[in-house]
């Protein structure tokens, strides 16, 4: 079964600075799809950033990118120029398409002024 | 509708009632996802329907919970005689069939008291 491991319950970044969130993940698939989704305290889960494994180039979206190592099966969010709203929950994902979608544990994230 | 709805948002229930959960999903989505999310945990999958057929049921816990999905589009979770570990989040979300996005509801968090 695939599993989604994020060994950092909580981290804590300066404004305006970068921080990276770690997350590794099991599967014996080839195809699949990584995602980083954020949970403010509303609770509506908001996708951050989307990952295709067939692709080799890590993903970007404005002051978010990842880290995607396919063979160590590891896929890192960095957030760049760190702001206030960024604070939240950030959950790593895995998804074999037409099937359930595995959550990690989770990271909080708290953004110090 | 513009996104996916649950209802209600809130929900307090005396142990040994029996609550049921509302999803609406995104207009034309097939695929319909139930998640339960204990506080400061991550979503765990409960179940999955295709359209209106259960293709997975796996993550229920016991047989006190029961989806259903009857004309593919609304879905409603069921939870008979609730405990007190039955207290979460409960998240539904849609995607098209072969999408590579699920988009999520805000939730409704369920307390037995």
């Known amino acids: 079964a695939q599993t989604v491991t994020q060994s950092q319950p909580e981290m804590s970044v300066q404004e305006a600075e970068t921080v990276t969130l770690s997350c590794t993940y099991d599967?014996?698939?080839?195809?699949?799809?990584l995602f980083w989704y954020k949970q403010p305290p509303s609770r509506q889960m908001i996708l951050v950033i989307r990952?295709?494994?067939?692709?080799?180039q890590n993903a970007t979206e404005n002051r978010f990118s990842v880290n995607f190592q396919k063979a160590a099966k590891s896929f890192s969010l960095k957030i760049s120029d760190s702001q206030l709203g960024d604070a939240a929950m950030y959950f790593c994902a895995y998804w074999k398409r037409a099937q359930k979608l595995v959550f990690g544990q989770g990271t909080r994230l708290t953004i110090n002024p | 509708g513009a996104g996916v709805s649950q209802s209600p948002r809130y929900k307090v229930a005396k142990r040994g009632q029996d609550v049921a959960l509302r999803c609406d999903p995104i207009?034309?989505?097939?695929?319909l996802f139930w998640y339960q999310q204990a506080l400061g945990q991550g979503p765990e999958f409960l179940t999955y329907?295709?359209?209106?057929?259960?293709?997975?049921k796996s993550g229920l816990p016991s047989d006190r919970f029961f989806a259903e999905r009857p004309e593919g589009s609304v879905s409603t979770l069921k939870i008979q005689r609730t405990q007190q570990e039955d207290s979460a989040v409960y998240l539904c979300?849609?995607?098209?069939?072969?999408?590579?996005?699920?988009?999520f509801g805000q939730g409704t968090r369920l307390t037995v008291v």
């Open positions: 207009s034309g989505h097939v695929s």
């Open positions: 979300a849609s995607s098209i069939a072969q999408g590579v996005e699920a988009f």
């Open positions: 990952q295709e494994a067939y692709k080799q």
């Open positions: 599967t014996s698939e080839s195809d699949y799809y």
């Open positions: 329907f295709q359209n209106e057929a259960q293709l997975d």
